[in-house]
């Protein structure tokens, strides 16, 4: 065994401590990327996927090379560890590895743009930390065009410091907007009790229910209401879960309206405008920024 001392870099991820917290970012492996895609000169854009985007139908010219299409993806994925904002667009393009389109390939370049932009993005574990954990959830319905499934999207912070995140689609076909949105919050529950067992196992005990934010009032009434009519039947058993957390106080779902919602930015490709908005509100900064 050999003290390696205070951690600064560990499998290209770095850390920085400072009063505020511990930063980690990867930006040395965020320029690396840069660089093998000859990008290092070309300009960046403010957004790393386009709104409204069709990739899932694209019929273009296949790609020649379809090997350095998986290797860039890969390598944007380990990247995503320490970039909650990429995560939707690597979902995305993940989709594409058997059968790349140049279409594909011009995507996942804007990506690259994106982090030409700021490489030295990362996450701050603020020390300010009330060790209470805060879910948001979002669903995205119907998004993706081929199979008619919805996109799930959640984040999980920890006081004011966010550790956990996913972008992932949907098992089954969502009939209205609403049970994608109530099969979203069961995930986000498991989520939540997950890292409540993990937390308890390190002597952190949570005596008052998790927080979980949801933008859809029909949700919360899904998962508030004990019958069973007509229209809810049809879901899976397993995702009314929900409703027993609710009454054994392990979770407390609250309404956000969706311009507050956090979890939004995991479901659908966004502006620049509204991205940035959310970047601020997600506590994701660059600590090698110009201040």
Same mark, same amino acid.
């Given at each position: 065994?050999?003290?390696?001392?205070?951690?600064?870099?560990?499998?290209?991820?770095?850390?920085?401590?400072?009063?505020?917290?511990?930063?980690?970012?990867?930006?040395?492996?965020?320029?690396?990327?840069?660089?093998?895609?000859?990008?290092?000169?070309?300009?960046?854009?403010?957004?790393?996927?386009?709104?409204?985007?069709?990739?899932?139908?694209?019929?273009?010219?296949?790609?020649?090379?379809?090997?350095?299409?998986?290797?860039?993806?890969?390598?944007?994925?380990?990247?995503?560890?320490?970039?909650?904002?990429?995560?939707?667009?690597?979902?995305?393009?993940?989709?594409?590895?058997?059968?790349?389109?140049?279409?594909?390939?011009?995507?996942?370049?804007?990506?690259?743009?994106?982090?030409?932009?700021?490489?030295?993005?990362?996450?701050?574990?603020?020390?300010?930390?009330?060790?209470?954990?805060?879910?948001?959830?979002?669903?995205?319905?119907?998004?993706?065009?081929?199979?008619?499934?919805?996109?799930?999207?959640?984040?999980?912070?920890?006081?004011?410091?966010?550790?956990?995140?996913?972008?992932?689609?949907?098992?089954?076909?969502?009939?209205?907007?609403?049970?994608?949105?109530?099969?979203?919050?069961?995930?986000?529950?498991?989520?939540?009790?997950?890292?409540?067992?993990?937390?308890?196992? &390190?002597?952190?005990?949570?005596?008052?229910?998790?927080?979980?934010?949801?933008?859809?009032?029909?949700?919360?009434?899904?998962?508030?209401?004990?019958?069973?009519?007509?229209?809810?039947?049809?879901?899976?058993?397993?995702?009314?879960?929900?409703?027993?957390?609710?009454?054994?106080?392990?979770?407390?779902?609250?309404?956000?309206?969706?311009?507050?919602?956090?979890?939004?930015?995991?479901?659908?490709?966004?502006?620049?405008?509204?991205?940035?908005?959310?970047?601020?509100?997600?506590?994701?900064?660059? &600590?090698?920024?110009?201040?």
């Amino acid at each position: 065994m050999k003290d390696l001392g205070v951690l600064k870099y560990f499998l290209r991820i770095e850390v920085a401590r400072g009063p505020d917290g511990i930063f980690v970012c990867q930006r040395k492996y965020a320029l690396d990327i840069i660089a093998e895609t000859g990008l290092l000169g070309i300009k960046p854009v403010s957004f790393p996927l386009e709104q409204n985007h069709n990739l899932a139908l694209t019929d273009g010219p296949f790609l020649d090379d379809p090997k350095r299409y998986r290797r860039l993806v890969g390598r944007l994925i380990y990247l995503s560890a320490t970039r909650p904002e990429l995560s939707y667009a690597v979902h995305v393009l993940a989709q594409f590895m058997q059968q790349t389109r140049e279409a594909h390939w011009d995507a996942a370049l804007q990506v690259v743009r994106y982090l030409k932009g700021n490489p030295g993005q990362g996450i701050l574990l603020r020390t300010d930390c009330d060790l209470t954990l805060y879910g948001w959830c979002d669903s995205d319905w119907v998004s993706y065009p081929l199979t008619r499934r919805s996109l799930t999207g959640w984040i999980v912070m920890l006081g004011h410091s966010h550790i956990s995140w996913k972008t992932k689609i949907q098992h089954t076909v969502s009939r209205s907007s609403a049970e994608a949105e109530y099969r979203s919050m069961a995930t986000t529950t498991c989520e939540l009790k997950w890292l409540k067992g993990l937390l308890m196992l &390190l002597g952190v005990h949570h005596t008052t229910p998790m927080r979980l934010y949801c933008d859809s009032h029909a949700a919360l009434h899904l998962a508030a209401n004990p019958v069973f009519h007509e229209r809810t039947k049809h879901i899976v058993v397993d995702y009314h879960f929900v409703r027993d957390e609710i009454q054994n106080d392990s979770i407390s779902p609250s309404y956000v309206p969706t311009q507050s919602q956090l979890a939004d930015i995991f479901t659908k490709a966004l502006g620049g405008q509204h991205f940035d908005s959310f970047l601020r509100k997600l506590g994701i900064r660059n &600590l090698h920024a110009p201040t």
